[in-house]
């Protein structure tokens, strides 16, 4: 299995251009493996079992995602709630503790411009602001947080400007699996 885990959280990828070409730039990466939760899970019911086990066999995660009215799509809020339930609360001493220092990125992608994304600008709250919801979780379930990677004018980019943003995906990706590892000492204990 992969290091490198990309769990896409997108509503409909076959409509999307900006997070479709990130993850397509993403797939290129010979150690990331990108696992499209929503058609995985149309329904939304999560497999916990499996999605437990695919986490316990990575060393760094990614949550892909468009920002959606100021939020996560409801798909990664019900895989948030059945999978870190069970990692966290549930079972922490069997399999939680496991992923203790496992390094987290977001990847999103959101239809304005970064002026938007400011206290005095069209949407009120920073891009930081709307991502403490989703920091916070990582923080309780101590996962290393790390930069966030951010596509402002999602839905507006040229193709030009989407393979451009797909590139630097990229070489965001490879500096950061390059730059951290997850803790193994915790691993069988």
Not at 58 to 84: C, F, G, M, S
Not at 126 to 137: G, H, I, K, Y
Not at 150 to 157: D, F, G, M, P, S
């Amino acid at each position: 299995m992969s290091k490198t885990l990309v769990l896409l959280f997108h509503p409909d990828i076959t409509r999307s251009c900006a997070n479709a070409a990130l993850s397509t730039a993403a797939s290129q990466l010979a150690e990331v493996e990108i696992f499209d939760v929503q058609q995985a899970y149309p329904n939304g019911v999560i497999d916990t079992d499996a999605e437990v086990h695919r986490l316990l066999g990575v060393e760094r995660i990614v949550l892909q995602y468009p920002i959606q009215w100021y939020a996560t799509p409801p798909i990664l809020k019900a895989w948030l709630d059945a999978v870190l339930t069970r990692l966290f609360y549930i079972n922490y001493e069997s399999e939680g503790r496991k992923l203790r220092g496992m390094p987290i990125m977001v990847s999103v992608t959101a239809g304005n411009s970064p002026d938007a994304y400011s206290q005095g600008g069209r949407n009120m709250f920073t891009m930081s602001e709307l991502l403490a919801p989703v920091r916070a979780t990582a923080h309780r379930c101590d996962l290393t947080w790390n930069t966030p990677f951010i596509v402002y004018r999602a839905n507006q980019l040229s193709r030009d400007e989407l393979k451009d943003e797909g590139t630097r995906y990229v070489e965001v990706l490879k500096s950061w699996i390059s730059s951290t590892g997850r803790r193994r000492s915790d691993i069988g204990q």
